[in-house]
């Protein structure tokens, strides 16, 4: 079931991410996108679980302060995946993670 929920918030934040507010391309957005999806891949796969998805807690908090002001709805879509984050860091990665599988190794 962790499994599942940790796919589940990730696939609402990569629609998220596609929806960035910013049109142009240049070096810092790219760079922040590349970090952005390595935590998501991170936090998928269960390695460094509750690091990767605090880490992606403290980046959308930061970010969805603009949000508030130019568009609610993106604010409460962030806000909702922010909280599914915050359960992954809580409830830990569960049974299918690398973290899991190191510990048994």
């Given at each position: 079931m962790l499994c599942n929920g940790r796919i589940l918030t990730l696939?609402?934040?990569?629609?998220?991410?596609s929806?960035?507010?910013r049109d142009e391309e240049n070096v810092s957005l790219?760079?922040?996108?590349v970090i952005v999806v390595v935590l998501v891949a991170a936090v998928t796969i269960g390695y460094k679980t509750k690091?990767?998805?605090?880490?992606?807690v403290v980046?959308?908090?930061?970010s969805n302060k603009t949000l508030f002001y130019i568009r609610i709805k993106s604010f409460f879509y962030t806000l909702s995946?922010?909280?599914g984050l915050l359960m992954i860091v809580v409830?830990?990665?569960?049974?299918?993670?690398i973290?899991?599988?190191k510990k048994i190794v």
């Open positions: 696939l609402i934040f990569v629609t998220n991410l929806q960035d507010l790219i760079i922040r996108r690091l990767s998805a605090l880490l992606l980046w959308l908090t930061d995946v922010i909280g409830l830990g990665p569960g049974d299918l993670s973290d899991n599988y």
